[in-house]
């Protein structure tokens, strides 16, 4: 007697923790014995993650439904935009099942209600121990904590998501041990406050081999480093204790970057988005990091065009910049998101004022990224290879997060693969990139 095994297709959108998130709930489907379906056509129902940060976003979101339920007709929808179901369901009456952010055992509940699993054979069903990855196999997501004690004028993650929950370091490393033992090469740690890491657990000291270690970011991070693969440490916010985990950078545990989401430069802009760690001290703080670790690279992320962001206020934000010297800056313009307290701000940049601050930024800036990758040329770095094509191996370095940063192409390595880690020398650089040959 043959058993129809029960197919599930899957739709992952979103940022790198919604990514997590699906990576789980793919590795409980596998290990109930369902299998995941690539195609809609073959699969018996689809399970679609959506992102619900901003208005663009919930877009794309009910788009896919739509895609999903035209293509299969039976889709169970999880994820951000499943904390508000009335509006999935008013576009999409449709849909099966509506789950929120991180209610695993929800999403598979209603897989169970309307796609029942076969009885699971262990033998023939066997996940592997690192679960299921969706990012190419040297690196991977590591989540720390879901949620967030801050409430930032601009943001309904806290309404979606709730107040921060840390994993305990156990849990984390273990689960950093599997991933490494697979083949994973790098370790990009995230949450939405990386910084606040543990507050919530009281640092509690928790176990990892019989060993104690706290839950709180300098142990974690050291601990990390301990497995021999690149760390590195997105979301982390320019508090008093985060001056503890640069000397591990110099030590060399813990990869040189931060990506510090700093959002603006104008105090009082800042005093209106409530960002944590929103005081004077940001530049002190940048360049004492910098002394303790020369080689720093750091990243941030700004919102141009917030309500009632006047001409001084950008100026402010642009001589931030000139002052901070970051090496890699992402900007957004604002854009109001629903349920976020900043819509009943004052003073809304007209959008054409928006643009044109946010082109005057981005080359503003681009000026001041070109002269730190300048500063590279000729110097010797490691790179991790994350693809080969046509051209030749296309690579990382401790400088560039994957997706969001500049890449490495190296010359003349027919040889190398995706995985591989190399040492060049910088011959060239751009705005984004650098050009490496292998060092002899
Ligand atoms: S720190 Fe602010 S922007 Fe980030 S998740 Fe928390 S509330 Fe949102």
Redesign the pocket.
């Known amino acids: 007697m043959t058993t129809q095994v029960p197919k599930v297709g899957f739709v992952s959108l979103g940022c790198p923790k919604a990514l997590v998130d699906s990576e789980r709930i793919l590795t409980e489907l596998r290990r109930e014995g369902y299998q995941v379906s690539p195609s809609y056509q073959d699969a018996d129902l689809v399970v679609v993650n959506t992102c619900g940060f901003i208005d663009a976003a919930k877009a794309e979101s009910l788009e896919a439904i739509g895609e999903a339920l035209a293509e299969n007709g039976r889709v169970i929808v999880t994820g951000c935009m499943g904390a508000q179901p009335e509006d999935i369901r008013a576009v999409h009456p449709a849909v099966l099942a509506v789950t929120g952010p991180q209610a695993y055992e929800q999403v598979m509940a209603a897989v169970h209600t309307h796609l029942p699993p076969v009885a699971h054979d262990p033998y023939l069903d066997l996940v592997p121990p690192q679960g299921i990855k969706l990012t190419p196999r040297h690196y991977a997501y590591l989540k720390i904590s879901e949620g ?1 004690n ?3 004028s601009f ?1 309904i ?2 309404s979606m998501r709730g107040d921060l929950v840390s994993r305990p370091a156990g849990e984390v490393l273990g689960e950093a041990e599997r991933l490494v033992a697979a083949g994973v090469k790098e370790l990009l740690v995230i949450s ?2 990386t910084s606040a890491y543990g507050v919530d657990l009281k640092y509690r000291t928790d176990f990892w081999n019989g060993r104690p270690v706290r839950t709180r970011l300098t142990e974690l991070a050291r601990a990390l480093g301990s497995l021999g693969a690149w760390v590195r440490l997105h979301y982390v916010y320019p508090y008093p204790h985060v001056d503890e985990v640069i000397p591990l950078m110099a030590e060399g545990l813990v990869l040189p970057y931060l990506d510090v989401p700093l959002q603006h430069g104008s105090p009082r802009i800042l005093k209106l988005m409530k960002r ?1 760690a929103a005081t004077e001290g940001t530049l002190e703080r940048l360049r004492a990091w910098r002394s303790i670790c020369p080689e720093l690279t750091l990243r941030s992320t700004f919102i141009v065009g917030f309500p009632g962001e006047t001409e001084t206020d950008f100026q402010q934000l642009l001589d931030f910049l000139e002052q901070a010297q970051l090496d890699r800056v992402g900007a957004f313009t604002y854009s109001p998101v629903a349920g976020a307290t900043a819509n009943t701000l004052a003073d809304p940049v007209p959008e054409a004022v928006k643009e044109e601050r946010y082109a005057r930024l981005m080359e503003h800036q681009a000026r001041i990224s070109a002269a730190r990758l300048q500063d590279k040329i000729g110097r010797t770095i490691d790179v991790l290879i994350d693809a080969v094509d046509a051209d030749g191996p296309i690579g990382r370095s401790a400088s560039d997060a994957p997706e969001i940063d500049g890449v490495v192409y190296i010359d003349d390595a027919p040889a190398l693969k995706p995985g591989d880690k190399v040492r060049v020398v910088v011959t060239d650089a751009d705005e984004h990139d650098l050009y490496a040959d292998l060092a002899p």
């Open positions: 967030c801050h409430r930032c943001c993650i806290p939405q406050d944590p």
